[in-house]
């Protein structure tokens, strides 16, 4: 990817905004935490390269915002998915201290990674390239090699192309076994994570659909194999992938926002808003297949900020072409339009907002729309890990050794799986 990815122009019209998109290095380039790269620089022993890019990224920003008709005192840091991880992790980085003023993390959610079990996860993924270029003769050899600081193991990593790097790894989809990234390094991320007093304390939003786990759901086995369109046709596979969609979405959901504003609410002084988007999720307003298979997924809010269709959205242009799409979109860039102006997302005739209170006040606002308009509304409803959980116990919907690999195969390891994969004891993917 790259910062086009952000095809921001409607965007700034709707809202009379300044955007700047950046590029930082991204994989093994942006993270990377073996030993044979810290050179005796505090930062750059972090690992964190991604992050001291943004860092550069935003003192740039600052510099140079009155040049382009901007505000270096009005600075909001905004992304989504990984984006909105790095958003939340410079809430937490002391690097980061007042080089912004709000942030907006879309499909965020906290997830940071530790060093040690990075590095293991990183010389495994090398091992197979240290074999090929014959520096090493076994493969448990080549990972304890990898894992030293020596001047060979740094010559070598610097050796490497950047297609040899990028093909290491695949798509870590939100599994951090995966792709360790966000090293809890000490220096430019605390050692104790998102457990930290001491944040980066601005006005935020976070921002989410409801059925954030849709997409990975689609994109792994068995529901990869087919089509949409054969997985609406196929009863028994659709059913197993309902299960799991509608229990992943709803932990990945509560990850990203009421999870992250209960562990913040104590220590954090700004307001904090939650939205969940449900639009998309009523087959009488987008059809059967949306709204079974995808519904409100992990980042269309890109879609609705920018109006121009890419992934999921770009199959089904006539439902993003709608007229209770073109509404959601109004009232949700309205609210933004508000916050990066003035801290504060009400304003006008829109639906009152309200700040995240406590565990036992307000939550989400959600956003849903039909032909005739969007609507908004306030939610008290809480959940956790341990009412989803029961949930899944008790749903007999499918069998249950269906139920059982599901939970080990597309379920288990994922940023909000820690409680998952204790209560039903899955295997550990670090090891």
């Not at 059925?211 to 196929?234: H, I, W, Y």
């Not at 939205?275 to 890109?302: F, K, N, Q, R």
């Not at 639906?351 to 995240?356: H, M, S």
Request: glycine share 8%.
């Amino acid at each position: 990817g790259n910062s086009a990815a952000f095809p921001a122009t409607q965007f700034v019209q709707e809202t009379n905004c300044i955007v700047v998109s950046v590029n930082h290095r991204l994989g093994l380039l942006g993270f990377n935490a073996l030993p044979a790269l810290k050179n005796g620089t505090n930062e750059e022993n972090s690992g964190n390269y991604a992050l001291l890019d943004l860092a550069a990224a935003l003192d740039w920003v600052s510099e140079n915002a009155e040049s382009f008709g901007g505000d270096s005192k009005n600075i909001t840091i905004a992304g989504s998915s990984a984006g909105g991880r790095d958003v939340m992790a410079m809430l937490i980085s002391p690097l980061f201290e007042n080089k912004f003023q709000k942030a907006i993390s879309y499909s965020g959610g906290m997830t940071v990674a530790d060093v040690e079990d990075s590095q293991r996860i990183e010389a495994r993924a090398l091992a197979p390239l240290a074999l090929e270029k014959k520096k090493q003769t076994d493969e448990n050899a080549a990972v304890e090699w990898l894992l030293t600081d020596s001047d060979d193991v740094r010559e070598f990593l610097y050796s490497l192309s950047d297609e040899e790097l990028s093909g290491a790894f695949g798509g870590a989809g939100i599994r951090m076994s995966k792709f360790p990234h966000l090293f809890t390094d000490g220096v430019v991320l605390p050692k104790e994570g998102f457990d930290t007093t001491a944040y980066n304390d601005v006005p935020i939003l976070m921002v989410n659909g409801d059925r954030e786990f849709s997409t990975f759901c689609k994109g792994s086995a068995p529901f990869n194999k087919v089509s949409v369109q054969e997985l609406m046709a196929d009863e028994e596979l659709l059913a197993q992938y309902i299960f799991a969609e509608k229990y992943g979405s709803q932990m990945y959901t509560y990850f990203n926002g009421e999870e992250s504003a209960s562990r913040m609410i104590n220590h954090y002084k700004s307001p904090i808003y939650t939205c969940e988007i449900s639009w998309a999720d009523d087959p009488a307003i987008v059809g059967e297949e949306l709204a079974t298979i995808y519904g409100a997924y992990h980042c269309m809010t890109t879609p609705l900020m920018t109006h121009v269709l890419a992934n999921a959205s770009s199959n089904y242009p006539e439902q993003f072409g709608s007229a209770s799409c073109k509404a959601v979109s109004s009232m949700l860039n309205e609210y933004y339009k508000n916050f990066l102006w003035n801290g504060n997302p009400n304003g006008g005739t829109l639906p009152v907002w309200d700040k995240w209170i406590s565990q036992d006040g307000t939550t989400q606002l959600i956003v849903d729309a039909n032909d005739e308009g969007a609507w908004a509304e306030m939610s008290t409803e809480h959940t956790s890990y341990d009412e989803i959980l029961a949930a899944m116990d008790a749903d007999s919907s499918i069998p249950e050794e269906q139920k059982t690999k599901l939970i080990q195969t597309v379920l288990n390891g994922r940023w909000f799986s820690a409680a998952l994969d204790a209560h039903y004891n899955n295997e550990d993917l670090w090891k």
